[in-house]
């Protein structure tokens, strides 16, 4: 009777009551290991979230540095074009906050002058405009009758100032070098670098150097079309 009993022992694996107790350390195990990986995988994740934060900051940096310059590569190509429309030479004056075209007025100019012309010619377009002088979309230039139903001639087109202007990003910093130069020069405080536009359409050729924290960008202007001819880009 007792080999009966060991034999049932050995091949069940003990009796009913044994076997739960063994089941059910079984499951404790099984649990605690889930719950293991499960604190491995969250950790693992975190790591990974932790590292790819300076990865998405530093590509918000870069995008933030490229834009200025798509921005000048736009505003020369609308430059050279005005240069050649109206037959007189344009300008983009390179300051420390930013770029600013205009028609050329003067090699020895200040950013505080610039500032000045933009305001002063933001004026005077508006009161020709009111004045019926130039037309603002509501009030179009008209001759005036003369008599027998005639008009008179088509009076001389007024000139109406072009200007544009691009600000930098806080904290970006710029560099121009002309052709005749052997090294750029950082555009600070009040100084100004010009960037002449013939009615040609031949311009100088210069270097820019664009600077946002680590982000340094660095662009070669062709002197035929003001396209960007080569660019360079360093990232940390």
């Known amino acids: 009777m007792n080999s009966r009993i060991t034999r049932h ?32 995988v969250l950790t693992l994740l975190a790591l990974l979230a932790a590292a790819s934060i300076p990865s998405v900051y530093g590509l918000r940096e870069a995008a933030q540095a490229r834009e200025p310059l ?20 344009y ?13 050329y007025i003067s090699p020895y100019l200040q950013a505080a002058q610039i500032e000045e012309f933009i305001q002063r010619s933001a004026i005077e377009t508006q009161q020709k405009e009111e004045a019926g002088l ?20 088509a009076p001389a087109p007024v000139f109406k100032e072009w200007t544009e202007s691009v600000a930098l990003p806080e904290g970006m910093t710029v560099s121009v070098r002309e052709w005749h130069e052997s090294e750029s020069v950082p555009v600070s405080a009040d100084a100004v670098k010009l960037w002449v536009f013939q009615p040609s359409g031949m311009v100088t050729p210069i270097t820019v150097t664009l600077q946002l924290q680590e982000h340094l960008l660095t662009a070669d202007f062709s002197a035929l079309t003001a396209d960007i001819v080569k660019e360079t880009a360093t990232s940390p």
């Open 9 to 40: 022992d050995q091949t069940t694996g003990g009796p009913p009551h044994k076997r739960a107790i063994r089941g059910h350390r079984r499951a404790g195990r099984s649990r605690g290991f889930t719950l293991l990986e499960l604190v491995l």
């Open 70 to 89: 798509t921005a000048l590569a736009k505003l020369a190509k609308e430059t050279r074009l005005r240069a050649m429309r109206d037959r007189r030479p």
């Open 91 to 103: 300008q983009i004056a390179f300051t420390s906050t930013g770029f600013k075209a205009t028609r």
């Open 134 to 153: 130039l037309p603002n979309g509501n009030s179009p230039v008209v001759s005036a009758p003369t008599g027998a139903g005639e008009a008179a001639p």
